[in-house]
């Protein structure tokens, strides 16, 4: 079948070219290994080889790997698997080495009679997120204090959370989208097509972002919490193909999966280009403005200030999550 994917830049207010990539590895969480590569060996304008992985060898993350994060300002990866949260220091990679660290359990989902394989991360600014499922979501502090439960009763099933400004709890489902305690002040009703899909915040701007999905369009919802939300108009979308998730940085947001879009600031989605090479299953977007988009045996690698030609890297894995490690030379 044939599989189709829709690319659309949103670019307001950016002109000019790509600044120096920022030095880094880029880290393919798959199976239940890690391993990185030089940012720069993904990147457009490199050839079409395939880049070496870096040194000594992949990380064992002792399971599968359902979901990775690297806090901004932390020189830490945190790897969420079916049974356990895990911390590892980057702070011994180069873009020459990459020796493993000692991985720390966090939070012991097993202890917990959890089942974390479909549960992801959403990172804040002094917390984590962890979501198995509704009435299993922890707020999990990056400085050690123990793990957060964070209350759900009366959540509906598809609800997704994310942590927003000053690292309150945020919800949205079919219904409506709250914050903190969700009282009568902090609560927008909302009428969108479908369940949610997804929900992240960035940083950067203060917005939150989130997909909606009925069978045959996506819907996109830009919320800054100290005003009302923004509800964008419906968009066509292949029926038989998912949205995966949402990627933000650089004041942008991209959705992934066989369908592929930016969400701008005033939610509006606008397709502008259909490609066929595949399913996305994981993405980022770099502090340099590169997007990274993982598919089965590739890494693609868009530069989103100069619009250059997708650069696929062949990695031979298969990405279930990705994240950006800054280093040095």
């Known amino acids: 079948m044939k599989r189709w994917w829709w690319l659309v830049f ?13 030095p880094g590895l880029v880290g393919v969480v798959h199976g239940s290994e890690l391993t990185f590569f030089v940012a720069k060996d993904l990147q457009p304008g490199g050839g079409l080889a395939a880049p070496a992985p870096v040194g000594p060898a992949s990380w064992d993350l002792g399971g599968a790997g359902v979901d990775a994060v690297r806090p901004v300002g932390r020189d830490e990866v945190w790897v969420l698997r079916p049974d356990a949260l895990v911390r590892f220091s980057t702070a011994g990679l180069s873009t020459t080495a990459a020796p493993q660290p000692a991985g720390e359990v966090v939070l012991d989902l097993a202890a917990e009679g959890v089942d974390c394989t479909g549960g992801y991360l959403r990172p804040g600014t002094a917390a984590l997120l962890v979501v198995c499922a509704v009435g299993d979501v922890w707020k999990v502090p990056y400085t050690g204090q123990p793990p957060e439960r964070v209350g759900t009763v009366g959540d509906p099933s ?10 309150e709890v945020v919800r949205l489902d079919a219904r409506q989208i709250c914050r903190a305690d969700c009282g009568a002040d902090q609560t927008h009703a909302l009428s969108p097509i479908g369940d949610p899909v997804d929900l992240v915040f ?11 999905r009925d069978p045959f369009r996506v819907q996109a919802l830009v919320w800054e919490p100290a005003s009302a939300p923004r509800l964008g108009s419906p ?7 998912p949205v995966l998730g949402l990627v933000v940085g650089q ?5 992934f999966g066989d369908d592929l879009f930016t969400v701008d600031a005033e939610a509006r989605v606008t397709p502008e280009e259909r490609l066929a ?4 299953t994981a993405g980022l977007i770099s502090p340099d403005a590169f997007l990274y988009l993982g598919r089965a045996g590739s890494v693609d690698v ?7 030609t997708r650069q696929a890297r062949p990695v031979g894995l298969e990405p279930q999550a990705l ?7």
């Open 302 to 308: 868009y530069d989103l200030l100069a619009l250059s």
């Open 10 to 22: 949103v670019l307001a207010g950016c002109t000019g070219t790509q600044e120096p990539a920022l």
């Open 323 to 329: 994240v950006f490690v800054p280093v040095q030379e």
């Open 251 to 255: 004041g942008r947001a991209v959705a």
């Open 235 to 241: 968009v066509d979308a292949d029926a038989l193909d």
């Open 277 to 280: 090479f595949g399913r996305y």
């Open 202 to 212: 960035d940083a950067e701007t203060g917005r939150l972002y989130a997909l909606f």
């Open 158 to 167: 598809e609800t997704r959370y994310a942590l927003g400004p000053g690292d």
